[in-house]
T-cell receptor, first 116, second 113 residues
Framework: GAVVSQHPSRVICKSGTSVKIECRSL??????MFWYRQFPKQSLMLMAT?????????EQGVEKDKFLINHASLTLSTLTVTSAHPEDSSFYIC????????????FGSGTRLTVV | GENVEQHPSTLSVQEGDSAVIKCTYS??????FPWYKQELGKRPQLIID?????GEKKDQRIAVTLNKTAKHFSLHITETQPEDSAVYFC????????????FGQGTELSVKP
């Protein structure tokens, strides 16, 4: 079946540093990647949508200069949290939409980010 | 934009009873409605989905119903088991083969033995 590999699974970083999260589709091409953030006991909140080779579209209230998204190929998308602060601590998860497959959403395993 | 409301936020049932979770969506153009089960710290797992051209779909103990006119869809779990305990999310999407998925707030289901 379709697999999205997300790394790292857990990361602890110091306040003010940047963290890169990577999502890679292992056995399929992903035209679109969705990035979500989930705080404890809350829902998955869509942060942005990226399409291969074009700029990401950010949801209202999400700072595009803070959350940098790159979708350089059909198998790799990255989210970089720049100048991280404790309030950025959350569970980040990607979801890849498979090319030419109706509603083929495949989720990564998520990244637990803790900013200290 | 699309908004999805989900109720209840918590649900406790006895083993063997049925559980029903309800969602409403705001955008009448939504055409795909999946349900996910999420365990703590894990990725959401698709348990059943329905498209807008279908009113009901069933898979063993799980069923989903869709009322397009009222913009409601519901998850029904029958003969609940303790292993059904988890957080369940509904979602809605617009787009021919998939647009952005907007999630409901989630329902924490507890099945007591």
């Amino acid at each position: 079946g379709a697999v999205v590999s997300q790394h790292p699974s857990r990361v602890i970083c110091k306040s003010g540093t940047s963290v890169k999260i990577e999502c890679r589709s292992l056995d399929f091409q992903a035209t679109t990647m969705f990035w979500y953030r989930q705080f404890p006991k809350q829902s998955l909140m869509l942060m942005a949508t990226s399409n291969e080779g074009s700029k990401a579209t950010y949801e209202q209230g999400v700072e595009k200069d803070k959350f940098l998204i790159n979708h350089a190929s059909l198998t790799l998308s990255t989210l970089t949290v720049t100048s991280a602060h404790p309030e950025d601590s959350s569970f980040y998860i990607c979801s890849a939409l498979r090319t030419a497959t109706s509603y083929g959403y495949t989720f990564g395993s998520g990244t637990r980010l803790t900013v200290v | 934009g699309e908004n999805v409301e989900q109720h209840p936020s918590t649900l406790s049932v006895q083993e063997g009873d049925s559980a029903v979770i309800k969602c409403t969506y705001s955008d009448s153009a939504s055409n795909y409605f999946p349900w996910y089960k999420q365990e703590l710290g894990k990725r959401p797992q698709l348990i059943i989905d329905i498209r807008s051209n279908v009113g009901e779909k069933k898979d063993q103990r799980i069923a989903v119903t869709l009322n397009k006119t009222a913009k409601h869809f519901s998850l029904h779990i029958t003969e609940t088991q303790p292993e059904d305990s988890a957080v369940y999310f509904c979602a809605a999407s617009i787009g021919n083969q998939g647009g952005k998925l907007i999630f409901g707030q989630g329902t924490e289901l507890s099945v007591k033995p």
